[in-house]
């Protein structure tokens, strides 16, 4: 019950969160059976179950399309990667870096919280990022705002980082990886192939994987007054993980 039904299903209205008194309240309703709410507590523990937080899945995502993508155009590109064909697989991906980003759980003394100054800006900047699937190297640039001509440049630096053979570039349908502007460079540079995820599949790029990183490594529980100084606290944090790919390969991308 508590996997599959949220407290509305069981008639507990407007109510989507199980807590210990609701799923005693369900009990007693249920079996007619009084238990504590420290008894229920112990009892979902030994149940293997634990008070933690929800997450977010993409309604729209189609599982099947995920497989096939996993078994077979994965499967392909590797095997492609093996036999030579492909002489660099790299996984692409875009994100926004704010001045100020969420706030996380953090260790503080009891009955206190840490606080974070801000100042109600909302500076920022979007980052490209680049994984190379076999060394674990991490290629970002950042820009102004994401568009067409953004993505260019960094194709641009993917193709001078990698000046010789073919590279496929995984990446997702966001709109400027399929826009008419987009052809000419693509035609002009036709060692370069895009290979396209799934619609709502960002589970199937580790780039996803690395800005979570980057964020609760150097961004979160923070706020930068002077906004070049994310943009240093980005670079040291890419820097760091280009020194020790081994970490990348095995945070990231051992589970593809």
């Known amino acids: 019950m508590l996997e599959q039904h949220v407290p509305a299903d069981m008639g507990f209205e407007a109510r989507y969160t199980w807590t210990l008194p609701l799923v005693a309240e369900w009990i007693k309703r249920e079996f007619d059976v009084t238990l504590s ?32 993508f996993r078994k077979h155009t994965f499967a392909q590109l590797k095997k492609q990667v093996e036999a030579e ?11 926004m870096i704010r001045s100020y980003q969420a706030l996380q759980y ?4 009891r009955g ?54 073919k590279i496929a570039l995984i990446l997702d349908n966001s709109r400027i990886h399929h826009a008419t502007g987009l052809q000419p460079f693509l035609k002009e540079h036709p060692r ?27 961004v979160n529980n923070i706020f930068f007054e002077k906004f070049y100084k994310i943009r240093l606290h980005v670079s040291q944090f890419m820097n760091r993980i280009n020194n020790q790919p081994m970490e990348t390969i095995d945070r990231l991308l051992v589970r593809l």
């Open 192 to 218: 370069l192939q895009l290979v396209f995820l799934p619609p709502y599949s960002p589970n199937l790029n580790p780039v996803e994987g690395l800005w979570l990183w980057l964020k609760a490594d150097v």
């Open 85 to 95: 064909q492909i002489d660099h697989l790299l996984f692409e991906d875009e994100s």
């Open 112 to 165: 206190k919280q840490r606080k974070v100054p801000t100042y109600g800006k909302h500076e920022g900047a979007k980052l490209c990022g680049a994984i190379h699937y076999e060394t674990g190297q991490v290629h970002h640039r950042e820009e102004e705002k994401a568009d067409t001509t953004a993505f260019i440049r960094f194709l641009e630096d993917l193709l001078s980082a990698y000046s010789s053979g």
């Open 37 to 68: 709410v420290r008894g229920i507590s112990a009892m979902l523990k030994r149940m293997n179950f634990s008070f933690t937080k929800a997450t977010y899945t993409l309604a729209h995502a189609n599982e099947e399309a995920q497989t096939f």
């Open 106 to 109: 953090n260790w503080f003394p």
